[in-house]
């Protein structure tokens, strides 16, 4: 029975494999894909570290998360990256595919949260949502007499006169993207009006995951900068975009409250607002030894200066961990760098 590659631990894991001696460099450059909500931290860490240190600054490309896991999954060769920052946790069937081409020595580390917001231009007004309205905003079909029909709503008004009556149009990212993915299991399939509870989440999956394709939705891509450029040109529209995007651009945006939670600081940290996600570091760690400045990188991505209370994850908009959380985190990397340095 092969070994999984990642346990269920509450903030980080790591795992082991034997580790030689000493290995020639064989890269010069750290190498990130992933999460382009992550990226302008992940930017001004790698900027940082490139200043700072006398390794080289690591080499970044937003891929999304789902694309990420993919390239990172791929090969356990040192033409394949070394590290992907993901903006959810690993899923079973990415796992399989890690383990599937020998890619099981990696590390997982929980960095911090974020939240997905429906957000709008400053110029046009909030209006509260629910899922179950998101839902039926943007599902592929719904039930109408029993049926299943191609979804009808065009405005907002159509799903319930107390919500405004102008056309439902929303931006969001493309399917390689970890903030797609985690809207479809936090809206999408939460929010599902034609299914029991009791449903299995195959059929959930079925059902309710597909997202219109009629114009309605419109892909604006990976970067969340884009789709605020979209919202300001195009204020009667709503983007699902990272939290960290909105408090960027609080002079410009405001996010919808929803289930009656506003997105905030605190609201994502103490977890009542109902669209709020962790995020992840995930590192190779047969690669340790092998590329110059992974393990250092790592460190100070991990530091408090970086994932602090008022480190640069906090002022990039995203929501720190809370210090017992950070503390065992940080633990659980000095045991790695313990265990994977050369004696």
């Given at each position: 029975?092969?070994?999984?590659?990642?346990?269920?631990?509450?903030?980080?894991?790591?795992?082991?494999?034997?580790?030689?001696?000493?290995f020639?460099?064989?890269r010069?450059?750290?190498?990130?894909?992933?999460?382009?909500?992550?990226?302008?931290?992940?930017?001004?860490?790698?900027e940082?570290?490139?200043?700072?240190?006398?390794?080289?600054?690591?080499?970044?490309?937003?891929?999304?998360?789902?694309?990420?896991?993919?390239?990172?999954?791929?090969?356990?060769?040192?033409?394949?990256?070394?590290?992907?920052?993901?903006s959810?946790?690993?899923?079973?069937?990415?796992?399989?595919?890690?383990?599937?081409?020998?890619?099981?020595?990696?590390?997982?580390?929980?960095?911090?949260?974020?939240?997905?917001?429906?957000?709008?231009?400053?110029?046009?007004?909030?209006?509260?949502?629910?899922?179950?309205?998101?839902?039926?905003?943007?599902?592929?079909?719904?039930?109408?007499?029993?049926?299943s029909?191609?979804?009808?709503?065009?405005?907002?008004?159509?799903?319930?006169?107390?919500?405004?009556?102008?056309?439902?149009?929303?931006?969001?990212?493309?399917?390689?993207?970890?903030?797609?993915?985690?809207?479809?299991?936090?809206?999408?399939?939460?929010g599902?009006?034609?299914?029991?509870?009791?449903?299995?989440?195959?059929?959930?999956?079925?059902?309710?995951?597909?997202?219109?394709?009629?114009?309605?939705?419109?892909?604006?891509?990976?970067?969340?900068?884009?789709?605020?450029?979209?919202?300001?040109?195009?204020?009667?529209?709503?983007?699902?975009?990272?939290?960290g995007?909105?408090?960027?651009h609080?002079?410009?945006?405001?996010?919808?409250?929803?289930?009656?939670?506003?997105?905030?600081?605190?609201a994502?940290?103490?977890?009542?607002?109902?669209?709020?996600?962790?995020?992840?570091l995930?590192?190779?760690?047969?690669?340790?030894?092998?590329?110059?400045?992974?393990?250092?990188?790592?460190?100070?991505?991990?530091?408090?200066?970086?994932?602090?209370?008022?480190?640069?994850?906090?002022?990039?908009?995203?929501?720190?961990?809370r210090?017992?959380?950070?503390?065992?985190?940080?633990s659980?990397?000095?045991?790695?760098?313990?265990?994977?340095?050369?004696?």
């Open positions: 029975m092969p070994p999984r590659l990642l346990a269920l631990a509450a903030f980080a894991t790591l795992l082991f494999a034997p580790f030689p001696a000493a020639a460099a064989e010069e450059t750290v190498r990130i894909v992933g999460s382009s909500t992550m990226y302008p931290f992940l930017a001004e860490v790698a940082t570290f490139g200043r700072g240190t006398p390794f080289r600054g690591p080499v970044i490309e937003a891929t999304g998360t789902v694309g990420g896991f993919k390239i990172f999954c791929s090969d356990v060769g040192l033409n394949s990256p070394d590290i992907i920052a993901a959810r946790r690993i899923t079973p069937i990415e796992e399989e595919h890690c383990l599937s081409n020998s890619v099981a020595d990696v590390a997982e580390f929980k960095v911090g949260y974020d939240g997905i917001v429906l957000a709008r231009s400053l110029a046009a007004p909030a209006f509260p949502v629910t899922r179950a309205t998101l839902w039926r905003a943007l599902a592929r079909t719904v039930k109408a007499k029993g049926k029909v191609a979804n009808p709503y065009r405005q907002w008004s159509d799903i319930s006169p107390s919500l405004p009556g102008m056309p439902i149009r929303i931006y969001g990212p493309p399917l390689t993207s970890g903030t797609r993915d985690v809207f479809v299991h936090l809206v999408m399939n939460a599902c009006a034609d299914l029991p509870v009791s449903a299995s989440d195959a059929k959930v999956r079925e059902v309710c995951g597909h997202i219109r394709e009629d114009g309605v939705f419109i892909d604006a891509g990976e970067d969340d900068e884009m789709i605020v450029k979209r919202l300001l040109d195009d204020p009667q529209a709503l983007g699902i975009v990272g939290y995007a909105l408090k960027r609080a002079h410009r945006l405001r996010g919808l409250p929803v289930e009656g939670v506003a997105p905030s600081d605190e994502l940290e103490d977890g009542n607002y109902p669209l709020s996600r962790p995020l992840y995930y590192v190779k760690t047969a690669h340790v030894g092998r590329i110059p400045g992974l393990l250092p990188f790592v460190e100070a991505f991990l530091s408090d200066g970086m994932i602090g209370d008022e480190g640069r994850l906090f002022r990039s908009g995203l929501i720190p961990m210090a017992d959380e950070r503390a065992f985190v940080q659980s990397f000095r045991a790695l760098k313990a265990r994977m340095t050369p004696k």
